[in-house]
Each structure stands twice: as structure tokens, then as C-alpha cells.
């Protein structure tokens, strides 16, 4: 394979004798086929299973005689297998990798572990009421769409993958097009050309991001997701927003970042120094290659679980509609200015962002032109930007906690448009 900037992302460092190499392909959960919420998930874990020269134990035996291991992650645009490595075994480690990648053996036996495994994480979720809370609100968010299919999947679709489908999925994902390389440190370009070559092997052909706009219900949607004597209640808050790429994006994380993004913010002061309601108030913005969405958090004891959201839904409203100040902004801005050598400071680091950059469709100065860009931003752009972008009107809330005690307060709350409840140990299916 002809490494170009556009398969390989290389941050050289020859000061130590240490490189990290993965192989990013551009893919996510966002593909499962209907009824096959998590194929994408269980399709990556079986790449650390086996080759057709060796099962698993001699893989995972070989891989950690080198001192390391092989790192498989999905991600909501990539799969990712790699991993990190002395120099000195990186030829051995890279084709154990190139291996795994064009020799995976995806036995039956191993299918049958993965999925049992899957289904095991997937009902201890349950246990994990901050974990439940953002399982159910990814899903009523984009109910119907794509982008609600978790990273894991639901019981029902992992439980019905067949072999033929991870095969089929496998073919469609790991590909020449899809895959963007991910190195740094004692690397250099010819000798990662030459490392990689066996991926000439992968099959042709890129996935397309073309989805369809996720919906956007108008009104104030509630879900409360039911689980016996809560002491504390774990609170979202947010709707669908944009993707990584759209010209806003800076401004309005500027913004979120004063209103909700550290512990001096709106949000810290008026929810926990004020009240002591929550230990924590969050306002974030999570983007991704083709789309994502606004949100608001907060874990209050359940005794004020109605007034905290009251709360976060008014003071939503005051920063869309009255605006940040100007000190607010300026504070914000020196805060990511100042934090942001921190996220390139190592050559992983670096390459890190450069692949994250390019995954989500940002231009290829987006890493270098940060700092010049957030500098850049005036107040009335980042106050224009939260006004064009955000809408307090139309939001889901979905709330863990224990329905009877908060239902009728939840229920009056201004502007709520549908209010459902839903057990915790309920799957997708309880979704209209």
C-alpha cells in the first residue's frame, strides 16, 4: 500500500525507542443493519480472537511476549485496532497486527464468547445508573435513527448475530478506503510503508455518511427510568445538535464552556455553590462526524431532583436567550487557550488529534488553526452562535430515578409536551 497523507497520520519522535501504530477504519455503530444493534462492536472484538494461523491464546501469547497488548476499541466514527510498543519489537508487533487484520479467523466459538460477553456488559449497564441514564438517552434522542444504536449494541440484536453477518460486515468495514493509520514516536514514513504493505490485501470500497437528519420533536420530552429506592437521581438534559465539522462548532463550545464546562461556570455556581443541589453541573457539546447533540447534566440527592431540573431548564434559557456576559467569555476562552497545549503535548498526543480531526470530517488545519481560531471569536459571535443553534423549547430530559417519587412534579414542569416511564430493566423494544 502507497502510504499518502490521506492512509497514513505520522507524528515522528526519535528521542525514545517507543512508537504507537493504529489502524483506524472509518466505520461506527451507526451502521448496524436494523435489528443488529451492536454487529459493529462484536465485529472488532473478534479481530482479537484469532487469525487463521492462530486462536486466540496463541495470539494473546504472542502479543504479550512482545510487552504489550492489542487494543480494539469502537468508537462512534472508527473501530480501532492497535496498539503501543518498544521499538525494538515493532516489526514482530506489526505483523501480528497485519495479521489480525487480513487473516481473521472469526470461529463460531469465539462468536458465541464475544456475544455472551457483550450481553453480560450490556445487563450490568443496568446496575450503573450514570451509564443507564446516557444508554436511554442516546436512544430516545434518535429513536428510529441510526445514531441511536449504542456502541455495544442491545440484548436482542447482539444476541441475533450470525457468523455470515460479522463476515459481511467485516468485509464492508475493514477496507483500503476506510482506513486511516494513526502513528507516532521512533516511526518514520518508509519504514511504516513498509510494515503496512500486507493491507494491499484489505477488499476496496468506503462507507458513505449520508444519513438523514436525525428528528427533532418539538416540545419538552420526558423519560424517567425507573429503578426502586434512589437516593440520588442521574439527570440529562440536551437535543440534537450538529456535526463536528459545522462552522459553529468553536463558538458554541466557547460558550458551553463558560456556561457549563468547568467548576467556576454558570452552572457549578447556580446548581452546587448556591444550592448544594448536586456535586456537579455540566453543560457539553458532543459532535460527531454526522451529528450529535447539546447536553446538560447533573446528579442531585432525589429529594431535589425536580428543582434541579427546573433550575437547569431556566438557566438554559437565560444562556440562549440573554447571553453570556463578556467576562464570561473571556474567562472561557483563556481556559481552553491555556489547556489546549496540554491535549498535543507528546507525539501520541499530537497524532491522536490529527486521526480524531480527520475522522470527523474536520478540514486538515483544524488542529494547527485551534488557538488562532478560538482567539478570533468575537462575544457577539459566540452569543449569536448559542441563539441561532440552541433550542430551550425542545428538549428530552431522561431522568433515572425512582418514577413514583417525582412523577407529578416532573409532569408540571412549563412546556413538557409527553412524559413516559420506563423500567430499567427494559430494553429498546419499550421505545413507541
Known sequence: MTMTREHLL?????????ANLFCNFQAGPAFDPPGRAGLTGVTNRMLARGTRRRGRNALEEAVEALGTELVTSTQRDAVTVGGSVL?????????LLMEVLTEPAFTQDELDKVKREVASELLADRDDDGTLAAIWFRRLLYAGHPFGHGGQGTLSGVAAITRDEVLSHAAQTYTRDNLLVGASGDLDPQTAARLLAPLDALPAGAHTWGFPEPPRPAGRRIALIDKPERTQAQILIGHPAFHAADPDYQAIELATTAFGGTFTARLMEEVRVKRGWSYGAHARIAVERAGGYYLLNAAPTSTYAPETVALLLSEFEKFVH??????????????LVNAYPFRIETPGLRASQIVQSRLLGRPDDYVAGYVPRLKALTPDEVRDAVRRRLTPADLLVVMVCTADEVRDKMAALPGVTDLRVISHEADESAIP
Open 10 to 18: 505520522l507524528v515522528e519522535h526519535h528521542g525514545l525507542p517507543f
Open 322 to 335: 440573554e447571553g453570556l456576559r463578556d467576562d464570561e467569555i473571556e474567562f472561557a476562552r483563556n481556559y
Open 87 to 95: 521499538t525494538r519489537n515493532l516489526e514482530a508487533f506489526a505483523a
